[in-house]
């Protein structure tokens, strides 16, 4: 499978945005989607999950309450609601994927990556 996120961009703080993961090939709802992301002159972060169905996420406590996964397996495409935005989610962010994994936050984890969306977010 490959993965394209976009929708990145320049915010202020509080305010929202929404990031797609659209992938390419065949059964797409064979996956599960994560999100990471990554700030500069730091680690990779995992941000959240979803599963194959859609049915079930699980987030990082840094997002909880504030950002929101969901997927639409007949367009392909998984989405990252971002909303409370504060300056220390600027990131770049990356969809990834994988087959059998759930629950894991470990990046390794994911098999398929996407390449990044800039996201900043000025104060």
């Known amino acids: 499978v490959q993965l394209q996120a976009s929708g990145g961009g320049k915010v202020q703080a509080g305010g929202s945005l929404r990031l797609s993961c659209a992938a390419s090939?065949?059964?797409?709802?064979?996956?599960?989607v994560g999100w990471f992301r990554q700030a500069p002159g730091k680690e990779r972060e995992f941000v959240g999950a979803i599963s194959w169905s859609g049915r079930s996420a699980h987030y990082a406590e840094s997002v909880m309450g504030r950002f929101t996964i969901s997927r639409d397996n007949d367009k392909n495409t998984v989405y990252l609601e971002m909303n409370s935005l504060n300056p220390v989610d600027t990131a770049v962010y990356y969809c990834?994927?994988?087959?059998?994994?759930?629950?894991?936050?470990?990046?390794?984890?994911?098999?398929?990556w996407g390449q990044g969306t800039l996201v900043t977010v000025s104060s």
């Open positions: 090939g065949r059964s797409f709802s064979s996956y599960v």
């Open positions: 990834a994927a994988d087959k059998t994994n759930w629950g894991a936050t470990e990046y390794s984890r994911y098999e398929y």
